[in-house]
């Protein structure tokens, strides 16, 4: 079972700082990867092959990159943390070989980089395991004047994989929700997730009037990985505008993937919100 998201990129210099924004960052040094996330059902014993798509959107620029892996987990605000392959418990980067190793693209062009899965016949840990395939490129810094500055930055762009053996479970749960005070519209979310495989949820956060009319929508989209933690802030829409009066912020959250429920969608409850509008 594949499902393609969204593009992950990440950019350093000597530290390696991680983004969640993806598509914007990626345009700004014209190399894509997709799908940028995977998730895989497999058993002890399976060989599986997944195609994955790196593709320069320069119309001018020849682009090379060199081809690795990478162990990644989520910290409790939801930032990506990339390990050495093999570090993590749950590293899948040794069943795992690709290829080519390095690409030249030419522009406007694109090269499918083959990912071999060899699962172990013994596996001690059920549910998730991870693996990333990155794709790393140098490139010149430019200065205000779009010249190159003689400042290199190494680029990173990863396809982050999910390989889940069954039987496992997701088992979200939203301990807390809260409306700041400080903040107009901000909604923190505590969520733990006691299974052994990760948790996708997906939702809508809805803001209503006294009288129960829909007044504002705002998507709620979040992962937490298998025995994990995450703060999740949700910055409602249209909440600065409103009259005077009392209003009710429903909250409709499912997680879209339980393999103990045949990976049909499961709801998660959560609490509904009080807001008074002064």
């Not at 700004?28 to 790196?54: C, L, W, Y």
């Not at 690409?103 to 899965?117: A, F, G, N, R, Y």
């Not at 490139?139 to 500055?149: N, T, Y």
Request: proline share 5%.
């Amino acid at each position: 079972m594949f499902r393609s998201r969204t593009l992950l990129a990440l950019a350093c210099s000597s530290a390696l700082i991680a983004a969640i924004s993806y598509s914007p960052l990626a345009k700004a040094f014209g190399v894509g990867v997709q799908p940028s996330t995977v998730e895989m059902t497999i058993k002890p014993g399976d060989r599986q092959r997944q195609i994955v798509t790196v593709g320069n959107v320069h119309k001018t620029k020849t682009i090379s990159l060199t081809m690795g892996l990478a162990d990644w987990s989520l910290d409790e605000n939801g930032k990506l943390i990339l390990d050495a392959p093999g570090d993590t418990t749950r590293s899948a980067a040794e069943w795992v070989r690709f290829s080519p190793a390095a690409v030249t693209l030419k522009p406007e062009t694109s090269q499918d980089i083959t990912v071999e899965i060899d699962a172990p016949y013994k596996i001690k840990e059920k549910g998730d395991h991870r693996f990333a395939l990155l794709a790393t490129t140098m490139l010149p810094e430019l200065d205000d004047r779009g010249e190159v500055s003689g400042v290199w930055n190494r680029y990173q762009l990863a396809s982050l994989f999910y390989l889940t053996l069954t039987p496992s479970k997701s088992l979200p749960e939203v301990t807390s929700v809260a409306l700041s005070s400080t903040e107009p519209g901000l909604v923190t979310m505590q969520i733990k997730n006691d299974g052994d495989a990760h948790a996708r949820l997906q939702g809508t956060a809805v803001l209503k009037d006294n009288e129960g009319e829909v007044l504002a929508e705002t998507p709620l989209n979040a992962v937490i990985l298998d025995g994990g933690k995450r703060t999740y802030n949700i910055t409602l829409k249209d909440m600065a505008e409103l009259d005077t009066g009392d209003y009710t912020i429903d909250f409709d959250l499912n997680n879209t993937f339980a393999p103990q429920n045949k990976f049909r969608a499961t709801n998660v409850p959560v609490d509904s919100l009080n807001y008074v509008a002064k």
